[in-house]
């Protein structure tokens, strides 16, 4: 049976609740009567969805709530729902104006031609689209998104619109982003952003001039696409037949065509192929470019090549000289220990590989060998990329390169300090230096804020003092009790009997069997014994509260108890790392190394240990989600991740009571699904409420004495790992 | 004490194996028989290290036998151990004992998976002394001047477990293998499968392809080996986009994602 609709009122007052309009004034009578007129099942979806959006801002969801219908015109629910997640990333990363034209401008997002459409949503499709881009060869691309509906790139990343939904079936609109990707891929590979486009633009009509190289580059383009991926040259030309079937577009119409199209489609044309057919043709009738091909962006990109020459440049001499030291100090013959340090450019040569047939092939990385002093020089596999990305930029090794930086000539600090400026990480490109991003869970929402909170990873001094030893004297009787009940733990080598296989005889066995022949029944072949060895395979990181809030006998606590656990677990001899964490606000959450995993465990440890200070807040979420990306990075049967904590996730900011609390769980969950096992200890008189819901009922533990913990952990141990 | 079903003539390789050189690989070998040195091979998996091999005793005429490391494989499993055949106990050597004996070569291939106590019996046999230790029948064999010991590693699999201790290493003249180039890899595909030219040339860009995706969520590119199983499907008229996904993809990960974008990547190529 359907529902009733819900009458005017009903939604009026669901509305006022939603814009909170005691407060804000919005009108929720004008949304209300065009969400009347809907099917009970459109007026929940879009009830619902303008809750969610009212979680972040008011205005954005009395937006919303006035277009939603129009946008349930002409896209599925699905579609709907992306869209209206897009404005709320839009808000968090670029506040309440592009937000709201992200809602108002619907068109501009997704193309109104038809009926409700099943686009392809790009966040969704990013965890194929990454691999696919990164498996096309040359400089590893990154991809993120562009607030227009054109894609781009910048030679750097390749920029592409949140939806894509000029065709009614999905299957054709994620063709789309995949053909965007290839195109944009061949405009970097091919060396569409090799020539001054300065001068190409210095005349009357810049954007006529433009549209023009375009057109004209994509033909050139696209028959590099024809040789390298053939299978996805024919989906192109798929995609542009149902184009102009859909849009009844023209085809282009130019001058000297056969000429022309013998130029730029021979195997061997260049980009200087298309600026000579540039000056052949006056006035060409540029269509709109073909819905994956995108829009050039010259300013952009020779921005970021310039910056990018420049470093690489630096970056590749560097590493040129220390190649070449390295390989004077392997060559000298005596023994002295002189430093070999460079004063004059040391020269290094291309190696000329006799059978270079694949000309046409016009960068390929692999085949660039260097030499030195007339010796292959074996290259490590930050410089082949350094050269890769290189050869991407000028289609050769320039020869100026090949000259070793002379002592001093680059200050390397100038690009470090680039990198780790904030507003680049903010830009979400700079992920792997300095800082590491992480999503957050909004339960209102129902969504994740996109690459949210900043991470940065930090070292902790050693304090050198007597904590450690009066530790270990204090706890001394504890200590032997938790020695004893790990050394159980640990399982013995067990020798197992009656094995068709093993090292010895099992003579018992043998007797039997004996008789049994004797006596005329057949002889078993379990005759041996073989030795088992428990082979443990476990890693555990525990990640210590380092908030303001456990000044005091708390972060005594925690330390002791940290002192006492690594020397138990050195029993059992499983990996283990720790880490604590601190900070303030979703910019600044600081996590301090005080064990990693390839670390032995020593005096520097025990040291660190000690100097464990209470800092500033506690985010929970974002250090779980690090401490998975960790546990993903390293093979073992068992991960555990033990937090030790004083309480609630509470941070300066919003991170407080409910929200806190569930992006924890939602953290948790995550590192669920990646096969870790998490457990919460926490040190506090009143057991919470709230644990159960983040941790589930068995996987915490509430304690208020140092002496418990051990024990605790020793119990979880127990469980998980036997 | 000798074993009777041995008959090293049934590992002796009478057709050359098909073997593309890569570099100077074969001449180092050779010297390092004639000097009675072991040899270590590095290597990915299913970079011809096998075949290598098969290709070496072909050429020195020598028995070649192999054994395939697995972590339950133990000494006795290498030198030898008790049988009871007919109401008594009877000593039957084991590959490596065979080996020295009759002068052959032995291939212990993947040996870091092998438990710890087996690269033990391999150590006197790799120095000067090249001797077994019988221990369970107190004997000590000397190696004939015959008897080679290769052994294989794989460095990319990086995990502290399964390192090769540096006592092992040092002991052995190494040999570096890796994918051939382009031009090589597609001239080994063709040799081995009769398919032609245009087809292995994409199947060989695919590969590198995935290569390249190693780290960024593949743990390891399509070896030359995947790449001859799938030419030997497209041979057999599987459409090549299905004999990559089939032979190549679904042999390098389950991550649902990744085989949508594996596919296509290879859909892109055909
Ligand atoms: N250099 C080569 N010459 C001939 N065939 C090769 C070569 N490299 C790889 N192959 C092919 O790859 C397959 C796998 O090689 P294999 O020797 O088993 O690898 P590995 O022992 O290194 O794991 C071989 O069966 C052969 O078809
Ligand atoms: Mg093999």
């Known amino acids: ?722 | 004490m000798q074993s009777k079903s041995f008959k090293p003539e049934e590992y002796y390789i009478e057709d050359e194996p098909y073997y593309q050189p890569i570099g100077d690989e074969i001449a180092i070998f050779e010297a390092a028989y004639n000097q009675k040195l072991p040899v270590l091979l590095k290597g990915p998996t299913g970079c011809g290290k096998t075949r290598f091999m098969e290709h070496m005793a072909w050429r020195l005429q020598r028995p070649l036998i192999t054994v395939s490391c697995h972590d339950d494989l133990t000494a006795s499993d290498l030198v030898g151990r008790f049988l009871i055949s007919g109401g008594e106990t009877v000593w039957v050597d084991g590959p490596l004992a065979r080996s020295v004996r009759h002068g052959a070569i032995c291939y212990l291939d993947e040996v870091v998976e092998a438990r710890k106590d087996t690269t033990v019996v391999i150590h006197p046999l790799a120095d000067d002394r090249r001797v077994l230790p019988m221990e369970k029948i107190g004997e000590l064999i000397e190696a004939t001047p015959e008897f080679c010991l290769a052994i294989s590693y794989n460095p990319g699999y990086q995990s502290v477990m399964k390192d090769l201790k540096q006592s092992t290493r040092q002991r052995f003249v190494a040999l570096e293998f890796d994918y051939p180039d382009a031009a090589l890899e597609t001239e080994i595909i063709m040799t081995e499968t009769g398919i032609d030219i245009a087809t292995a040339n994409q199947l060989v860009k695919f590969a590198h392809m995935t290569r390249d995706l190693k780290g960024s969520g593949l743990d390891e590119g399509a070896s030359t080996r995947l790449l001859v199983h799938a030419a030997k499907l497209i041979h057999e008229n599987i459409p090549p986009v299905t004999a990559c996904t089939t032979a190549i993809s679904q042999a390098l990960t389950d991550d649902a994602d990744m085989l949508v974008a594996m596919n296509e990547l290879s859909s892109s190529l055909f």
């Open chain 1, 1 to 722: 049976m359907k529902s009733k609709p819900l009458t005017l009122q009903e939604i009026v007052d669901f509305l006022d609740i939603c814009f909170e309009v005691e407060f804000t004034f919005i009108k929720s009578e004008l949304a209300a009567e065009l969400i009347v007129q809907q099917t009970r099942s459109d007026q929940d979806f879009i009830l619902n969805l303008t809750r969610r959006v009212a979680a972040t801002n008011k205005e954005l969801a009395f937006q919303f709530a006035m277009n939603a219908i129009r946008a349930l015109d002409h896209m599925d629910q699905h579609m709907v729902e992306a869209w209206a997640m897009s404005a709320t990333d839009n808000y968090d990363s670029k506040g309440l104006n592009p937000a709201m034209s992200v809602i108002r401008d619907l068109d501009n997002y997704v193309d109104t031609a038809h009926i409700r459409t099943c686009g392809a949503v790009l966040a969704e499709e990013i965890p194929v689209l990454l691999p696919f881009a990164h498996g096309l060869s040359g400089r590893k691309l990154k991809i993120a998104e562009t607030e227009g509906k054109h894609s781009y790139t910048d030679t750097e990343t390749i920029f592409l619109p949140a939806f894509t939904s000029l065709f009614e079936e999905s299957k054709d609109n994620f063709l789309i982003y995949k053909a965007s990707i290839a195109f944009l891929w061949a405009q970097i590979h091919f060396g569409t952003f090799r020539i001054p486009f300065e001068k190409l633009l210095d005349c009357d009509a810049p954007d006529k001039q433009l549209n023009k190289f375009f057109t004209l580059e994509s033909i050139r383009l696209e028959t590099c696409i024809k040789r390298e991926l053939p299978g996805l040259y024919r989906d192109m030309q798929t995609l542009k037949q149902k184009e102009e079937k859909q849009l009844q577009r023209q085809r282009i119409e130019i001058e000297n065509w056969r000429y022309i199209k013998h130029k730029l489609t021979a195997d061997n044309a260049g980009i200087h192929d298309t600026l000579h057919c540039l000056a052949l043709v006056d006035e060409i009738q540029c269509p709109p470019p073909y819905c994956y091909q995108g829009i050039l962006k010259p300013d952009l990109a020779g921005a970021v090549m310039q910056k990018r020459i420049e470093k690489e440049k630096a970056y590749f001499r560097i590493a040129l000289k220390e190649l070449a030291s390295e390989n004077m100090k392997n060559n000298a013959t005596d023994n002295t220990e002189a430093e070999f340090e460079m004063d004059s450019g040391a020269k290094f040569d291309i190696r000329n590989k006799a059978d270079r047939q694949n000309d046409t092939q016009q960068v390929n990385s692999g085949v660039i060998e260097l030499e030195f002093e007339g010796d292959l020089v074996a290259l490590p596999d930050h410089v082949k990329e350094l050269m890769t990305s290189i050869i991407v930029d000028f289609g050769e090794i320039p020869p100026e390169y090949l000259y070793a930086a002379g002592p001093g000539e680059y200050d390397l600090k100038k690009y470090e300090e680039e990198l780790r400026n904030p507003n680049d990480v903010w830009q979400g490109t700079y992920h792997e230096e300095g800082a590491e991003l992480y999503n957050e869970w909004n339960f209102k929402r129902q969504h994740y804020h996109k690459n949210w909170c900043v991470l940065r990873e930090l070292e902790l001094e050693p304090e050198y003092d007597d904590f450690v030893e009066n530790t270990l004297h204090k706890h001394k009787a504890l200590l032997k009790n938790l020695r004893h009940s790990f050394e159980i733990l640990r399982g013995e080598d067990k020798l197992l009997k009656k094995q068709v296989h093993g090292d010895n005889i099992d003579i018992d066995a043998l007797v039997e069997a004996y008789g049994d022949v004797k006596s005329g029944m057949e002889m078993t072949d379990r005759l041996f014994t073989k030795m088992h060895k428990v082979e443990r395979n476990v890693a555990v990181i525990f990640m210590v509260d380092m908030s303001g809030s456990t000044r005091g006998w708390i972060n005594q606590a925690e330390r002791e108890s940290l002192i006492l656990l690594a020397e138990v677990i050195q029993i059992l001899g499983d990996r283990f790392a720790i880490y604590g964490f601190s900070g303030m606000t979703r910019q600044r959450c600081e996590l301090y190394k005080i064990k990693t995993f390839d670390e032995e465990y020593n005096d520097e440890i025990r040291a660190r240990i000690s100097n464990i200070q209470p800092q500033n807040y506690t985010r929970m979420g974002v250090f779980i989600r690090h401490m998975t990306r960790l546990f993903n990075n390293i093979e073992a049967s068992t991960k555990l991740l033990v937090t030790l904590s004083d309480g609630k996730p509470d941070d300066y900011d919003t991170y407080r009571g409910e929200y806190g609390v569930e992006d924890t769980r939602q953290a948790l969950y995550e590192a669920h699904c990646d096969g870790i096992h998490s457990y919460c200890i926490t040190i506090d008189e009143k057991a919470r409420d709230y644990l159960p819901h983040m941790y589930g009922a068995a996987n915490y533990s509430v304690i208020d004495d140092v002496a418990q913990l051990p024990l605790k952990v020793s119990d979880i141990y127990r469980r998980l790992t036997t």
